[in-house]
């Protein structure tokens, strides 16, 4: 299973992921915090959260808001839980995205970052979120566009030598794979930064 080889390879990267991939982590999570504009009163899940760059994000701004963040790779999760020891209202597990280990209607907002070109089955990762979403919730995910040239050709090399890689998606795609599980699109775009990285981001509803 390509979560098998995400699961060892981020358990193997844990210690200097932060480190080596500084720059793109600080462009890509300041940009989805700021884009989401999280209310401190919201219960956030942050699926497939890694190290906790994006919960240190937000708490540092809000040092009382209640998030959860989930991954598959425990040795990220310690280092998150290392990095964020101070804060009381945040909590992390070992869980895939395609079995959040919550109650049903459990979360204000969902956010997934960074994340989706590893996802086994999206449709199921999808049906998830929603599942633990609150009715009248929001989700918000952003990933690598392959819209963009390059994200194209890393797509195309990825796939031959990175086992744990699954697979990016054009905007147009992953539409289609929000709407499929039945969400409505309420804000979109893409954007682009460095050489290299061309990204998208939606915010998402559950369909009435």
Same mark, same amino acid.
């Given at each position: 299973?390509?979560?098998?080889?995400?699961?060892?390879?981020?358990?193997?990267?844990?210690?200097?992921?932060?480190?080596?991939?500084?720059?793109?982590i600080v462009n890509t999570l300041s940009f989805l915090k700021d884009w989401a504009q999280i209310s401190p009163s919201m219960t956030v899940l942050d699926v497939a959260c890694g190290t906790g760059e994006f919960e240190r994000l937000?708490?540092?701004?809000?040092?009382?808001?209640?998030?959860?963040?989930?991954?598959? =790779?425990?040795?990220?999760?310690?280092?998150?839980?290392?990095?964020?020891?101070?804060?009381?209202?945040?909590?992390?597990?070992?869980?895939?995205? =395609?079995?959040?280990?919550?109650?049903?209607?459990?979360?204000?907002?969902?956010?997934?970052?960074?994340?989706?070109?590893?996802?086994?089955?999206?449709?199921?990762?999808?049906?998830?979120?929603?599942?633990?979403?609150?009715?009248?919730?929001?989700?918000?995910?952003?990933?690598?566009?392959?819209?963009?040239?390059?994200?194209?050709?890393?797509?195309?090399?990825?796939?031959?030598?990175?086992?744990?890689?699954?697979?990016?998606?054009?905007?147009?795609?992953?539409?289609?794979?929000?709407?499929?599980?039945?969400?409505?699109?309420?804000?979109?775009?893409?954007?682009?930064?460095?050489?290299?990285?061309?990204?998208?981001?939606?915010?998402?509803?559950?369909?009435?």
């Open positions: 299973m390509t979560e098998t080889k995400v699961r060892q390879q981020y358990d193997k990267l844990a210690t200097i992921y932060d480190q080596r991939w500084n720059s793109y937000l708490l540092t701004e809000n040092p009382t808001q209640h998030i959860t963040g989930v991954d598959i =790779s425990e040795k990220m999760l310690l280092v998150a839980q290392q990095k964020l020891k101070e804060y009381p209202y945040i909590s992390f597990h070992t869980a895939s995205a =395609s079995a959040l280990p919550f109650e049903n209607n459990s979360f204000d907002i969902v956010v997934s970052g960074n994340s989706f070109h590893y996802f086994d089955d999206p449709n199921a990762a999808l049906i998830e979120i929603k599942r633990v979403l609150k009715p009248d919730g929001t989700v918000i995910i952003l990933d690598w566009c392959k819209d963009y040239l390059l994200c194209r050709v890393c797509d195309f090399i990825l796939k031959l030598v990175d086992p744990a890689y699954k697979q990016c998606y054009t905007q147009s795609e992953f539409h289609s794979l929000l709407k499929s599980a039945q969400f409505d699109i309420k804000r979109a775009t893409k954007f682009q930064f460095g050489v290299v990285w061309g990204m998208m981001i939606a915010t998402v509803t559950p369909q009435s």
